[in-house]
Nanobody, 119 residues
Framework: QVQLVESGGGLVQPGGSLRLSCAASANIFDVYAMAWYRQAPGKQRELVALINSRGGTNYADSVKGRFTISRDNAKVTVYLQMNSLKPDDTAVYYC?????????????WGQGTQVTVSS
């Protein structure tokens, strides 16, 4: 059974930084795209950043230049470095990973980690 364990969320002041991590644990055969989504209260879940298997990245316009997504394939871990944080970045952040395990290829979600940007 695949588990995605997230860490790194918390409370930070505007202009501050946080680094989120999401590690997958299972007998994994292959890893494809890895991504971060977020959901603020009363809003739909939105894509924040994605990194494909070749290292290519895409970002939401609202985070370009401030957030950086990266991955460590050996550790099956995806990171999100968040700088110059704004109150509008407050949300629950979820990692999303496409993997192949014994049961086949599928997409998995982390449990979510709260990020609060407030003075």
């Amino acid at each position: 059974q695949v588990q995605l364990v997230e860490s790194g969320g918390g409370l930070v002041q505007p202009g501050g930084s946080l680094r989120l991590s999401c590690a997958a644990s299972a007998n994994i055969f292959d890893v494809y795209a890895m991504a971060w989504y977020r959901q603020a209260p009363g809003k739909q879940r939105e894509l924040v950043a994605l990194i494909n298997s070749r290292g290519g990245t895409n970002y939401a316009d609202s985070v370009k230049g401030r957030f950086t997504i990266s991955r460590d394939n050996a550790k099956v871990t995806v990171y999100l470095q968040m700088n110059s944080l704004k109150p509008d970045d407050t949300a629950v952040y979820y990692c999303n990973v496409e993997l192949t395990v014994r049961a086949g290829r599928s997409v998995y979600w982390g449990q979510g980690t709260q990020v609060t940007v407030s003075s």
